[in-house]
């Protein structure tokens, strides 16, 4: 019985790796691609899309013209010939790199081109010159940080008061908070719009940083949640000290909720940093454009470049990777101690 039980455990275990790898490989390889081809020359996305490492064909000199070398057989030994002329019916004519009078017919085989590792470091700041970046880049570190101190501030406190007072109806007023989650941006967009327009706030960063310092209710559940896992003796004995509400929220739950907020920064982070919609609709001048909005232009202005929209959509990914790997500690705590008790 004890064998059977974890022979049973080894099989979950190993299932649960596979998948966890699989899944792992379904989000980590477009990523190298990205990478990859973000380091690519011209040629090589034209000669070969799907690579994930950058390389350039090696070319030699013959009679003054540089031509690709490749991987032939000469007399049952693998040589080195360069490509002269290519000839109907996968042939080619190749000649000996020193030797040009040595020309022979051969069959032609792409896969068999000799290449070299080529990184063009040159398309990052390319790509980053092409269009006002570090613009795009200001306009969205202010929208995300502003805006993230304005929901920390707005959520703790409606969390606060949600969570350690009594009053009738508050359950009822938390009920219907949450039922905003289920209201989609779309049915608020035109009111919004017109809201906006008539205050001169339309064509500014306002709109996107100014909602934020009114809660919204997912925040506000997750912190919610975690503010009901302190104890309320806790609440007591900063009475006992003299201390008002609003002092109990700054010295006695905020500290203890270090996990919880950073927790729904992040979450804010993520959403601000990436968000192309509310951009889209409210800004219009091109200088006041976030990076997300900024980049989809760039896509549409140089769709052939695909080296420079990777480059450009990897700078954009960059901060949101640093971000999470050196918080995921905390911020996986925060998830799983928000949500452990009601």
């Not at 390389?55 to 057989?73: A, F, H, R």
């Not at 032609?108 to 070299?116: F, G, H, P, R, S």
Request: charged letters at 15%; hydrophobic letters at 50%; a positive charge.
């Amino acid at each position: 019985m004890e064998n059977k039980r974890k022979s049973g455990n080894l099989f979950t275990k190993t299932l649960a790796i596979l998948l966890l790898a699989a899944g792992s490989s379904a989000i980590i390889i477009p990523f190298i691609y990205m990478v990859g081809t973000s380091l690519k020359s011209v040629d090589q996305i034209r000669r070969d899309p799907i690579g994930l490492i950058p390389m350039s064909v090696t070319k030699v000199d013959i009679d003054g013209k540089e031509k690709p070398l490749y991987k032939v057989s000469i007399d049952g030994k693998i040589v080195e010939w360069a490509l002269i002329k290519k000839q109907p019916d996968q042939m080619g004519l190749f000649a000996a790199p020193g030797d040009e009078d040595d020309i022979r017919l051969l069959p032609l085989n792409n896969d068999n081109i000799v290449e070299y590792l080529d990184v063009h470091w040159e398309n990052y700041p390319l790509a980053l010159t092409t269009v006002p970046f570090f613009k795009y880049l200001a306009n969205t570190l202010l929208v995300t940080f502003i805006g993230m101190a304005g929901m920390l501030f707005s959520c703790s406190l409606v969390a606060y008061g949600l969570s350690r007072f009594k009053a009738r109806g508050l359950n009822i007023l938390f009920l219907v908070l949450l039922s905003t989650i289920m209201l989609p941006r779309q049915v608020t967009l035109i009111p919004l719009y017109v809201f906006f327009q008539r205050i001169g706030w339309v064509d500014t960063l306002l709109p996107l940083i100014v909602p934020q310092f009114f809660a919204n209710a997912y925040n506000v559940f997750l912190l919610r949640q975690f503010f009901m896992t302190i104890p309320l003796a806790m609440d007591d004995a900063g009475k006992i000290d003299g201390a008002n509400s609003l002092q109990r929220l700054w010295y006695i739950i905020l500290p203890q909720s270090r996990h919880a907020l950073v927790a729904v920064s992040i979450f804010h982070f993520l959403y601000a940093w990436n968000d192309f919609y509310e951009p889209l609709i409210f800004l219009h001048t091109r200088t006041k454009w976030t990076m997300a909005v900024g980049l989809q232009t760039f896509n549409a202005m140089y769709s052939v470049n695909t080296h420079l929209i990777m480059a450009a959509s990897l700078m954009m990914v960059l901060p949101t990777l640093i971000l999470f790997f050196l918080s995921q500690k905390v911020f996986t705590q925060g998830i799983v101690m928000s949500g452990v008790k009601e």
